[in-house]
């Protein structure tokens, strides 16, 4: 069985904090880069971060940056989104998604990615 399972959503008010997790099962991440991407309501999924299979290279969309940091443990599987300060427009369904194809930043366009879970809800409101 291979599949990504996030966890970690709920409901925060703003300037909150949440720490999304990305587990894999049936395969290993080393191979893999992975990338978090939301949706919100109405809204385009869109990329927000994504980190190299060595976790030498990191990237955040500028909506994020400074707040957003995206770490993997290879040792556990696992790949993990910190969000701090968090504010309404975060809101959305987070996705984490996974792809063998290698890009000199990590970002590799949705297209590329070959697996994805189910996604966990960020809500952002007071």
């Known amino acids: 069985q291979l599949q990504l399972v996030e966890s970690g959503g709920g409901l925060v008010q703003p300037g909150g904090s949440l720490r999304l997790s990305c587990a894999a099962s049936?395969?290993?991440?080393?191979?893999?880069?992975i990338a978090w991407f939301r949706q919100a309501p109405g809204k385009e999924r869109e990329e927000v971060s994504c980190i190299s299979s060595s976790g030498g290279r990191t990237n955040y969309v500028d909506s994020v940056k400074g707040r957003f940091t995206i770490s993997r443990d290879n040792a556990k599987n696992t790949v993990h989104l910190q969000m701090s300060s968090l504010k309404p427009e975060d809101t959305g369904v987070y996705y984490c998604?996974?792809?063998?194809?290698?890009?000199?930043?990590?970002?590799?366009?949705?297209?590329?990615?070959?697996?994805w879970g189910q996604g966990t809800q960020v809500t952002v409101s007071s």
């Open positions: 998604a996974a792809t063998i194809f290698v890009s000199a930043t990590c970002w590799v366009g949705m297209d590329e990615y070959d697996y």
């Open positions: 049936g395969f290993s991440l080393d191979y893999y880069a």
